[in-house]
């Protein structure tokens, strides 16, 4: 059973507007939750992580949302830009763990000129 | 430092056969990880070790696989009596310490093929 949802295999967006990436889960253990982008032939890179204590993080172009009583964090990216274009995963660690980190199976995102 | 380096980057083996993958993390890097990733699917975790010492497996490392990191630097993972459905991208990862939120940096991964 996964903990940890991304209901959408890909996305495509235009470049200058906002990409708008869902994750949800299930496990209301979780204290932080990541994303991490993934180029072909290429490990995942981390992008950005979010406490569950609070509901916002940004980073630059990159802004993280957690909603706690949905179980669902998104990712927003803005502008979006052609080199965006990658598979994105989001991650989870649990309370107590020391490091291991489940992820979703991804969300491929396209960013079209 | 040029990253979290692992090798080979690609292996092709014969079901039954033994395989050794081998990962080089950040040098001042005291935590290194290995996760598999199948077609479709995001990394999955395995194993973790704090310097030398191997402190968490997976239910996902069955008796065929053995990880070691001798003296706290590099890293092995090895399959033994390879099966077809060890076919995945085998990841590794290191940080510097455990900070929760703290995302770990990943190798390219060695992509192995049973066939």
């Known amino acids: 059973d996964q903990q940890v949802k991304q209901n959408s295999p890909s996305l495509s967006v235009q470049e200058g507007r906002i990409s708008i990436l869902n994750c949800d889960y299930t496990?209301?253990?979780?204290?932080?939750f990541l994303w991490y982008k993934k180029y072909p032939a290429e490990g995942p890179t981390f992008l950005i992580s979010?406490?569950?204590?609070?509901d916002k993080n940004e980073d630059g172009r990159f802004t993280v949302f957690l909603n706690k009583s949905a179980k669902h964090l998104s990712l927003h990216i803005v502008p979006s830009q052609p080199g965006d274009s990658a598979v994105y995963f989001c991650?989870?660690?649990?309370?107590?763990?020391?490091?291991?980190?489940?992820f979703g199976k991804g969300t491929k995102l396209s960013v079209k000129p | 430092d040029t990253g979290v380096s692992q090798n080979p980057r690609h292996k092709i083996t014969k079901r039954g056969q033994n395989v050794t993958f081998r990962c080089d993390p950040i040098?001042?890097?005291?935590?290194l990880y290995w996760y598999r990733q199948t077609l479709g699917q995001g990394p999955e975790f395995l194993t973790y070790?704090?310097?030398?010492?191997?402190?968490?497996k997976s239910r996902l490392l069955s008796d065929r696989f053995s990880a070691e990191r001798p003296k706290g630097s590099f890293s092995t993972l090895e399959i033994q009596r390879t099966e077809q459905g060890d076919s995945a991208m085998y990841l590794c990862?290191?940080?510097?310490?455990?900070?929760?939120?703290?995302?770990?940096?990943f190798g390219s991964g060695t992509r192995l093929t049973v066939v």
């Open positions: 070790f704090q310097n030398e010492a191997q402190l968490e």
């Open positions: 040098s001042e890097h005291n935590r």
């Open positions: 990862a290191s940080s510097l310490t455990f900070v929760q939120g703290n995302g770990y940096t």
């Open positions: 496990n209301s253990m979780f204290d932080y």
């Open positions: 979010i406490s569950s204590i609070k």
């Open positions: 991650a989870a660690s649990e309370g107590g763990s020391q490091g291991n980190l489940i």
